[in-house]
């Protein structure tokens, strides 16, 4: 399976302000997603990275709040604009291979917003 | 649409005793079922998927799960736990082969499985 390496591991942010989580694999992959994982909760996807075009969002999430970029197979940034405490979470990006029968994940990006 | 329901947040046993840890699913196409372990402050580790073919999937760390399509359910087993066994499991959906959603994962909300020496 790939890997994939995230960073920042952790950030401790002001509010207001905004982050971009970086997120590289070491090969080629179809489709890139990214997870918030609130504390002691589960993982929620935020959207497809789409290579290309424009991320496909999921219900609640919007661009303006979380822009997404992907140039190319094997990097993606998201961003988490203008924080709040809410915003506080574990941030995951993942990818899925062409046969796209399985996703791996990065080891997340734990964000506190103060 | 999809959704996963994991019965019990918190799942308690003693080491050595068989572990037993339930998934329920919903999906209006056949699935791709997964079972993911995170450990504190780590990402996640796929420990099995279920595809395609045999229904008894075998995965890492002598766990393993059943796909039962009659009871929609994908329950994860281990026969004998380890103290290193205590961690956060994640089930998972998505869709299948020419679903168009494969790789994109709909979660359980998780369960802790504690293991008491």
């Known amino acids: 399976s790939a890997v994939i390496s995230q960073k920042p591991s952790r950030d401790i942010c002001q509010r207001g302000t905004s982050l971009t989580i970086q997120c590289q694999v070491d090969s080629q992959v179809t489709m890139m997603f990214w997870y918030r994982q609130q504390p002691g909760q589960s993982l929620t996807l935020i959207a497809t990275?789409?290579?290309?075009?424009?991320?496909?969002?999921e219900s609640g999430f919007v661009i303006d709040k979380f822009p997404i970029s992907r140039p190319n197979l094997t990097f993606s940034t998201l961003t988490v604009s203008n924080m709040s405490p809410e915003d506080s979470s574990i941030y995951l990006c993942s990818g899925a291979g062409q046969l796209n029968t399985e996703a791996f994940f990065g080891q997340g990006t734990r964000l506190t917003v103060v | 649409a999809q959704s996963v329901t994991q019965l019990g947040s918190h799942v308690s046993v003693s080491e050595g005793a068989l572990v037993l840890l339930r998934c329920n699913y919903s999906s209006s196409v056949p699935p791709y079922l997964f079972w993911y372990v995170q450990y504190p402050n780590q990402g996640l580790q796929l420990l099995l998927k279920?595809?395609?073919?045999?229904?008894l999937v075998k995965g890492i760390n002598g766990f393993e799960a059943e796909f039962k399509k009659s009871e929609t359910s994908f329950h994860l087993t281990k026969p004998s736990a380890h103290m290193s066994d205590a961690a956060e499991y994640f089930c998972?959906?998505?869709?299948?082969?020419?679903?168009?959603?494969?790789?994109?994962?709909?979660f359980g909300q998780g369960t802790t499985l504690q293991v008491k020496p």
């Open positions: 990275a789409n290579q290309g075009s424009e991320a496909t969002y």
């Open positions: 279920y595809t395609t073919g045999a229904t």
């Open positions: 998972a959906v998505s869709g299948g082969r020419g679903s168009g959603n494969t790789g994109k994962l709909i």
